[in-house]
């Protein structure tokens, strides 16, 4: 069984119906990993997460009203995934994953960059301080 990964861009997370529907929409689709951007959440400990039943959360938050990026996990899976290392900022812009399947391991990075040229410039330029030389074939998200 392969791993299946989705990203959606929820802009916010703070609507119980929404959340609800991610949820159903994640098990409709037998989403593994669902990589979110705009969550609009102030908290890497989100309160709503208990809706997200057998699920793991990893987040960088930042404001009530921009960016903010998580990662869920299903906890059920027929296969081992095991996470090795979390890497966010302080802004809610990124966060990066390293995940072990099996035998295989992987990066899971998802993103939400600046809209304008120069401070998304010096965000990726940043990013790339943060990942070493061995992150030449991860698989990100973004």
């Known amino acids: 069984m392969a791993l299946k990964i989705a990203t959606l861009n929820v802009r916010g997370m703070n609507n119980v119906i929404k959340r609800q529907c991610i949820n159903e929409w994640m098990t ?3 989403i593994h990993v669902l990589c979110l951007q ?3 959440n102030n908290s890497n400990d989100p309160p709503w997460k ?3 039943l057998n699920h793991d959360f990893y987040h960088s938050a930042s404001s ?3 960016r903010g990026v998580l990662i869920i996990i299903q906890r059920q899976l027929n296969f081992n ?3 090795t290392s979390v890497l966010r ?3 809610g812009r990124y966060l990066i994953l390293s995940i072990a399947v099996g035998s295989h391991c992987y990066r899971l990075t998802v ?3 600046p809209v304008h040229y120069e401070e998304r410039r010096a965000f990726f330029e ?3 301080s943060q990942l070493s030389p061995e992150d030449s074939n991860i698989y990100s998200l973004w």
């Open 89 to 91: 900022d302080a802004e």
């Open 111 to 113: 993103l939400y960059a």
């Open 38 to 40: 705009e969550t609009f």
């Open 81 to 83: 995934v095991s996470v």
């Open 64 to 66: 009530n009203h921009a």
């Open 50 to 52: 208990n809706q997200f």
């Open 28 to 30: 409709q689709q037998q």
């Open 126 to 128: 940043s990013l790339a």
